[in-house]
């Protein structure tokens, strides 16, 4: 046979070559993934606030007012979206949001509707807190293994929150959202992150 022309060195140091390859492409893709900071829960499954979302990686802030919406609009806040920068990493090298990803919604009352630039619809008063978080070793029967929680309306918000039930809002994101639960059709910020 052709391959066993080959001199046994070559042989050996392609064997090696592959093997030192293998497992720089494993310890790269475990490292990736490691480097995700994810959630912690407590002792009966909470989830536990993580504080500083607010350093977070900015995505959007979508907005339906009641004005817009014969006053009766579902979600009538601002709602500031923010990504955890580990996540945020790893989207940016993959397209992919990791294991461990965790989204940060902050609602916030319209305030103003005058400023000196003209009418229009102005942040008002923190009011409501919602996290989504992708964690399919934890909800492997979720979809996506995305679990969504609201620590309250009001400040200071709760510390932990129970996973809310997969049709009281997960039903929602999976009809019609985007990419992978997430309404990235809202987030510019997002889709120009990801790999080109
Ligand atoms: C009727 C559909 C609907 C339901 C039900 C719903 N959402 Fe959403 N959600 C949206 C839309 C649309 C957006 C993006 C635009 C916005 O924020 O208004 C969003 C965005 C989010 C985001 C930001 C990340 C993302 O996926 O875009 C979080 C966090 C979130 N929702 C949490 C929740 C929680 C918690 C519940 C249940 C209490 C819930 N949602 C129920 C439609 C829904």
């Known amino acids: 046979m052709f391959t066993t022309n080959i001199p046994l060195p070559i042989k050996s140091f392609t064997a090696l070559f592959a093997g030192i390859l293998l497992l720089f492409m494993l310890t790269h893709g475990l490292k990736a993934e490691e480097r995700v900071a994810g959630p912690k829960y407590d002792a009966q499954g909470q989830l536990i606030r ?73 942040q008002g008063d923190f009011q409501g807190l919602e996290f989504a978080v992708k964690d399919t070793k934890r909800f492997p029967n979720e979809p996506g293994g995305w679990t969504y929680y609201s620590f309250g309306h009001a400040l200071p918000y709760e510390k932990v929150a129970k996973a809310f039930p997969t049709e009281a809002c997960a039903s929602c994101h999976v009809a019609a959202a985007e990419y992978d639960m997430v309404f990235l059709q809202y987030y510019p910020v997002l889709k120009a992150a990801g790999p080109k």
């Open 50 to 122: 993580i504080d500083g979302w607010r350093q977070w990686v900015f995505i959007g802030a979508p907005l339906t007012p009641n004005s817009l919406n014969d006053g009766k609009a579902a979600f009538p806040e601002f709602h500031n979206v923010y990504m955890e920068p580990t996540a945020f990493a790893h989207y940016v090298e993959t397209g992919r949001f990791p294991n461990g990803t965790m989204i940060a919604k902050e609602l916030l009352s319209v305030g103003d509707t005058e400023a000196v630039s003209g009418t229009g619809y102005f």
